[in-house]
């Protein structure tokens, strides 16, 4: 690489870093060798000159970014600026999210019902929820039975064209009765989310759930989907579920119905 490019793109670097309130001379002591990483890989790259482009809080335009690009230089940087080290503070949602779980929970739903694979037919949150081809499988842990691991995958329409294959991977276990912790690495952060069993369907086919998350004491997400055992719901579990959604006091409008159509299932 040329000077004039290494320059730029150290330009490009700290005004990214400049935006998200780093302290650089921590990134520089703890993290220069995932900086230079990340400089060094077109992934990461992108990724910082896509969100120095978002406006502040911005959530939106922050998550179309980082699910456009996100990659492994990126999340090891991610996990020593601002996971082991802090030198960069993640702001939360403003106004901050203050998650609402629902009352009325099944409480006879055990954890391994989960198990095999499920499509998501409907998201309530925009950001997390709505992606095509989102399919989630559950399998227990070969370790330990108590624990089940969680793929998840799902499409990404990039900011800049065209689909992106992505996959997130978590462990799950149950808390008490239709309630369910996961755990997870997430672009370099710890997350947490507790998971809620709203309504199971007839013979077990689809399941309504809320979920309220968190990567640090002050940062949640919220969110709700609905798991289908096939691509799509019959005009009989539709019915079932908008009864379900009322039971709950939840406006059925408000969920998305992403494309299950066509999807590299499994
Ligand atoms: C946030 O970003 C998205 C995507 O980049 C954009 O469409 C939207 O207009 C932005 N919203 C605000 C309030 O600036
Ligand atoms: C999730 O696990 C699968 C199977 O072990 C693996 O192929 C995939 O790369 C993992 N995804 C991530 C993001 O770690
Ligand atoms: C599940 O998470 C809740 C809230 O963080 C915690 O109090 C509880 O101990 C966890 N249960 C299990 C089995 O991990």
Redesign the pocket.
Known sequence: MKPTIVLCLCFIFLEYVQCSKPNIICIIEHCGKQSAACLADEGCRSAMVCITG??TN?Q??LF?CIYSYEDGAFDEFMKCASTDHQCITNDPPNPPVVCHPPQKVESGFTIDLLTGSWYIVKGLNRIYDCFDCQVTTFKPSPNDKTVYDVFEKFDVKM?SGGTRHRSVNETVVQASGGIFNYTSMQMGHNTHSQWRIMHVGKGGAFLLAYYCGSISADYFFEGSVVYSRTPSLTSDQLVELVAAFKDHGIDYSKYCTPNTKNCNAK
Do not use: K, S
Request: with cysteine; proline share 0%.
């Open positions: 978002c406006a911005n939106t335009c179309d900011v």
